[in-house]
């Protein structure tokens, strides 16, 4: 499975963004996929991730501001983030779990402005 995110740019604080994750290969297989974040200095944290039977997750930080969910048919995975905050920038990943791998795609960079 390869993963390609896009999306990411800079906003100002309460603005929007949209990140997409863009799935081939055995997209069948995966079970479940997510959206990270890793900030400067931080360690690297879930955001929100998605079952293949459609159960989603959120960390608390982002509750009620960001929507996971995804597109079948396109084999995309998206992120809408609103009321973005200053402590939202980081760079996001999204990643693919495959049985007991996860499988990791490039990290696209979201900038919020105060």
């Known amino acids: 499975v390869q993963l390609q995110a896009f999306g990411g740019g800079l906003v100002q604080a309460g603005g929007s963004l949209r990140l997409s994750c863009a799935a081939s290969?055995?997209?069948?297989?995966?079970?479940?996929m997510g959206w990270y974040r890793q900030a400067p200095g931080k360690q690297r944290e879930l955001v929100a991730s998605?079952?293949?039977?459609?159960?989603?997750s959120y960390a608390n930080f982002v509750k009620g501001r960001f929507t996971i969910s995804r597109d079948s048919a396109k084999n995309t995975l998206y992120l809408q983030m609103n009321s973005l905050k200053p402590e939202d920038t980081a760079v996001y990943s999204c990643?693919?779990?495959?049985?007991?791998?996860?499988?990791w795609g490039q990290g696209t960079q979201v900038t919020v402005s105060s």
């Open positions: 290969g055995s997209v069948s297989s995966i079970i479940a």
């Open positions: 990643a693919a779990q495959l049985g007991a791998l996860l499988r």
């Open positions: 998605i079952h293949s039977g459609g159960t989603t």
